[in-house]
Every structure is written in structure tokens, then in C-alpha cells.
């Protein structure tokens, strides 16, 4: 069924079914992807390895937060 289709389908349903479908749908792309999450693990510890190590400069939060 193509997505076109599959839209004129919902359409025909009634507005507390195509509010169930919705819900469905948006909570299905909040799921967090665990693939993602291990690779930004990886990457904070590589950072903070490299900072401890001097490789990696710090910026103090007050320099990222200051207003302009």
C-alpha cells in the first residue's frame, strides 16, 4: 500500500481513531535508538579522555552561556 493510500485509508476513519493513529505514530519516532545513544557514549568518552589527557581544551560555561 503506498503512503498516498494508506492516508486516504486513515482519512475514512473517525477523528478519535486517527488521533490514536497519530499518537501512535509520533511516539513511535520519540523512541530513543540505542545504536545512537552508544555512539554518543563512545564519543563523550573519547572527549573527555582527550581533555584529561591535554588534548582538548575546555571552554569555561560562562564563555558558552555569556549573552551577547
Known amino acids: 500500500m503506498s503512503t ?9 476513519l473517525k477523528p478519535e481513531e486517527r488521533f490514536t493513529l497519530v499518537e501512535g505514530l509520533i511516539k513511535s ?6 545504536k545512537l ?5 563512545e564519543e563523550a568518552e573519547k572527549r573527555l579522555k582527550a581533555y584529561r589527557e591535554g588534548r582538548l ?3 569555561p560555561m560562562e564563555e558558552i552561556f555569556k549573552e551577547e
Open 57 to 59: 581544551d575546555g571552554i
Open 4 to 12: 498516498k493510500e494508506l492516508l486516504d485509508e486513515a482519512m475514512k
Open 29 to 34: 519516532l520519540d523512541e530513543p535508538d540505542k
Open 37 to 41: 545513544d552508544e555512539i554518543w557514549a
